[in-house]
């Protein structure tokens, strides 16, 4: 592709990237065939706007898409992990963490924490597919498991009382007690 056709691809992208049309500049990056290095200048300063105006996310997501350095797609990350964090969004958190990379303390941090909530709030379905998703201690599978399993008990859904005592290894009389109420 001639210089020229490069030239007027980047000054596309660049001017939609100032406008905030990422959608628009990534099809650009497309159409003309740009190489991620030739729009390093143009994605850094939206990567930088984006981060002084709170954007968290969508910083890092360009940071990832456009191959910025690692450090500066984890700074972002990071920022939007702890805003996810302090609004008590703890499993899109411990998602958000998981898809960006983030150290696997920081996940299992969030993890921890949405599992707790998920409790506390008697969510335990939640919190049992947070344990099981994020890979939790087996204390905490079997605590959310021994939860479920009486309030299904509690409702008269014994099958599924049942059913999750098997999966999660409960204790052999609670089988029984479910296997009785069943027959």
């Known amino acids: 592709m001639p210089d020229s056709n490069l030239a007027e691809g980047v ?3 660049t001017v939609k990237m100032n406008l905030g049309a990422y959608k628009e500049a990534a099809r650009i990056k497309s159409d003309f065939g740009l190489p991620s290095e030739m729009l390093q200048d143009a994605v850094r300063q939206a990567y930088e706007a984006n981060m002084k105006k709170g ?3 969508l910083a890092a997501d360009l940071a990832k898409q456009y191959d910025l350095p690692a450090d500066l797609r984890n700074e972002a990350a990071l920022r939007s ?20 990379g983030l150290p696997e303390q920081t996940i299992r941090e969030a993890a921890i924490q949405a599992f707790n909530k998920s409790m506390s709030f ?3 379905k939640n919190a049992a597919e947070i344990a099981e998703d994020f890979e939790l201690p087996l204390k905490m599978k079997q605590d959310a498991a021994m939860k479920s399993f009486e309030q299904h008990m509690q409702a008269g859904l014994y099958r599924k009382a049942l059913k ?8 052999e009389e609670l089988v029984q007690e479910a296997e009785k109420k069943i027959s």
């Open 11 to 13: 000054r596309q992208f």
């Open 55 to 57: 954007d968290f996310s």
């Open 81 to 100: 992990f702890h805003r996810k964090i302090d609004s008590e969004f703890f499993r899109a958190a411990a998602d958000y963490a998981k898809e960006f």
């Open 122 to 124: 008697g969510l335990v």
């Open 164 to 171: 999750i005592a098997r999966k999660y290894n409960l204790p």
